[in-house]
């Protein structure tokens, strides 16, 4: 069974940088995985930030970035504002044609 | 803009068929440039992809393994829809559902959700 690992929970200060990250069971995560990325708020579907690793959708803030780090996929957002205070979470592709979603990080921005 | 309407009803009794649909405007259930897909959230089990239905000259299925046993998705041209059904279901199966679109490894729209509930 394939897992996919997120931070539980990070805090991060109004203003500063904070790297979210999204690690596969199966091993290092590549561009192949298609990483997306997303932002939910209590009561509200996900919403889409990233996909394919480091695309943005029109909607996307420029403080929003992905990357890949480490062997893992990675969201990074500098100049914290408030309103990002929210729960994010990845999603990987693996080969047999199936995606596993990440158990979330919880940012508190405090 | 693409618009997914989710309709069905929020509760199931045990052993029961849960069956949602998802309505699609602004795009076609049989485009060959995207995938449908069901994916469903609980306290217990988080964010859990269910799996997807995509026509390239013909439909293609995809399921989870947890629930491969139990799931049914169709796309429906005519109604230009997506559809759901989980068979066997426990109170496990509670969460709220989704559809959403994925297009070029972009899951970019989503439905509104459908909290469903299974209890007698």
């Known amino acids: 069974q394939t897992v996919v690992t997120q931070e539980p929970s990070l805090t991060v200060s109004p203003g500063g940088t904070v790297t979210l990250t999204c690690a596969s069971s199966?091993?290092?995560?590549?561009?192949?995985?298609?990483p997306n990325w997303f932002q939910q708020k209590s009561g509200q579907p996900p919403r889409p930030l990233i996909y394919?690793?480091?695309n943005k959708h029109s909607w996307t803030p420029v403080r929003f970035s992905g990357s890949l780090l480490g062997g893992k996929a990675a969201l990074t957002l500098s100049g914290v504002q408030p309103e990002d205070d929210a729960e994010y979470y990845c999603?990987?592709?693996?080969?047999?044609?199936?995606?596993?979603f990440g158990g979330g990080t919880e940012l508190t921005v405090l | 803009q693409v618009h997914l309407q989710q309709s069905g009803p929020g509760l199931v009794r045990p052993s029961q068929t849960l069956s949602l649909t998802c309505a699609i405007s602004?795009?076609?259930?049989?485009?060959?440039?995207?995938?449908w897909n069901w994916i469903r959230q609980s306290p217990s089990r988080g964010l859990e992809w269910l799996g997807r239905?995509?026509?390239?000259?013909?439909?293609?299925?995809d399921y989870a393994v947890s629930v491969k046993s139990r799931i049914t998705i169709n796309g429906d041209i005519s109604k230009n829809q997506l559809s759901l059904r989980l068979n066997s279901v426990t109170p496990d199966d509670t969460a709220i559902y989704y559809c959403?679109?994925?297009?070029?490894?972009?899951?970019?729209?989503w439905g509104q959700g459908t909290l469903v509930t299974v209890s007698s």
């Open positions: 602004g795009d076609s259930v049989s485009t060959n440039t995207a995938a």
């Open positions: 199966t091993g290092a995560v590549t561009s192949g995985n298609y």
């Open positions: 999603v990987l592709y693996f080969g047999g044609s199936y995606w596993v």
């Open positions: 394919a690793t480091s």
């Open positions: 959403a679109r994925d297009q070029d490894w972009a899951f970019d729209f």
């Open positions: 239905t995509y026509y390239r000259s013909g439909w293609y299925l």
